[in-house]
């Protein structure tokens, strides 16, 4: 009866670390795609739309701001989709920057593993 116990145990700790190791490589082989991106004002607000093609694995989204296009400075947090919008699109409503001038927009969808699940960021110009 205690062999039988360890074989169980054994066989439980093999099937955790497999799937924990396969769990590791499929995200950090995920990418997002954005499909469709827009920045725009609409009484006297800011608003950002965007779409993906469906796989998702973003925990959130950061939206960020620029006013160099170099620095960018996290602006607001996105949960999920809109539901209003359909399963893949998404919305951020804000306020407008007092800052004159050309602003610059970026998304950055961050895991669950508070990481950047992509590099190439999409800029968008208002």
């Given at each position: 009866?205690?062999?039988?116990?360890?074989?169980?145990?054994?066989?439980?700790?093999?099937?955790?670390?497999?799937?924990?190791?396969?769990?590791q490589?499929?995200?950090?082989?995920?990418?997002?795609?954005?499909?469709?991106?827009?920045?725009?004002?609409?009484?006297?607000?800011?608003?950002?739309?965007?779409?993906?093609?469906?796989?998702?694995?973003?925990?959130?989204?950061?939206?960020?701001?620029?006013?160099?296009?170099?620095?960018?400075?996290?602006?607001?947090?996105?949960?999920g989709?809109?539901?209003?919008?359909?399963?893949?699109?998404?919305?951020?409503?804000?306020?407008?920057?007092?800052?004159?001038?050309k602003?610059?927009?970026?998304?950055?969808?961050?895991?669950?593993?508070?990481?950047?699940?992509n590099?190439?960021?999409?800029?968008?110009?208002?």
């Amino acid at each position: 009866m205690n062999t039988l116990k360890k074989i169980t145990c054994l066989l439980m700790i093999t099937v955790f670390v497999f799937g924990k190791a396969k769990a590791q490589s499929a995200a950090a082989n995920s990418k997002i795609t954005i499909t469709n991106f827009k920045v725009y004002e609409k009484n006297d607000q800011l608003i950002i739309d965007w779409k993906t093609d469906g796989v998702v694995d973003a925990n959130y989204w950061q939206v960020q701001r620029s006013e160099d296009g170099k620095e960018y400075a996290t602006i607001a947090f996105v949960f999920g989709p809109d539901p209003r919008q359909g399963a893949n699109t998404y919305r951020y409503k804000g306020k407008l920057s007092k800052a004159g001038g050309k602003m610059s927009y970026r998304l950055s969808p961050v895991d669950k593993r508070e990481k950047e699940i992509n590099t190439e960021i999409i800029p968008a110009t208002k």
